[in-house]
């Protein structure tokens, strides 16, 4: 399976065969404002069991290394850039949004499905609703503010894993 990214290079996805397996689950970042944010969510990705990470935008530089990525995730887990995350969604798996906007679940009412793709709108605006409009799931994080994207990436992708584990599916 051969992906474009938005540098126009086509890549293949290392994760070719998981792609199709239960419990699959990725993660879109709608233009990330920093490297620092992208490294906290790899990390995120790594503790949680996330399979790859696409992000959209140029306000970020791609660094090999990113100094909140500890645990260099980005080494083992693919970090993608890409044009259109929806173009991106896998077989069989939910997109679903995640944001404070009007009619989304309330994440402790959520239920995750068991393949998904968790698309995260940048800190400092909202999803595009024209862009998404196709998307039905849409959640968000009660919260007194709004929180930054590494530390949303890391309440969904532990609320997953923690309803997972209650219910006795695996990671």
Do not use: W
């Not at 290079?9 to 792609?19: A, G, M, N, V």
């Not at 929806?86 to 995750?112: K, M, R, W």
């Amino acid at each position: 399976m051969k992906e474009s990214g938005h540098d126009g290079k086509e890549r293949s996805s290392p994760l070719l065969e998981q792609r199709t397996e239960a419990g699959y689950c990725c993660i879109g970042l709608v233009n990330p404002k920093s490297p620092e944010n992208v490294g906290a969510v790899m990390r995120a990705a790594g503790c949680y069991g996330a399979d790859e990470v696409y992000y959209t935008g140029s306000r970020f530089e791609l660094a090999r290394r990113f100094a909140t990525d500890t645990k260099q995730m980005v080494e083992k887990i693919p970090l993608l850039g890409v044009d259109n995350l929806l173009a991106f969604v896998p077989p069989g798996c939910t997109p679903v949004l995640v944001d404070l906007i009007e009619g989304a679940t309330s994440l402790p009412d959520y239920v995750h499905p068991e393949r998904a793709f968790y698309i995260f709108g940048p800190e400092d605006g909202t999803l595009d609703p024209a862009r998404f409009a196709a998307v039905k799931e849409v959640i968000y994080v009660p919260t007194k503010g709004c929180m930054n994207l590494a530390a949303s990436v890391n309440v969904i992708l532990y609320d997953r894993l923690a309803k997972r584990l209650r219910d006795g599916r695996s990671e």
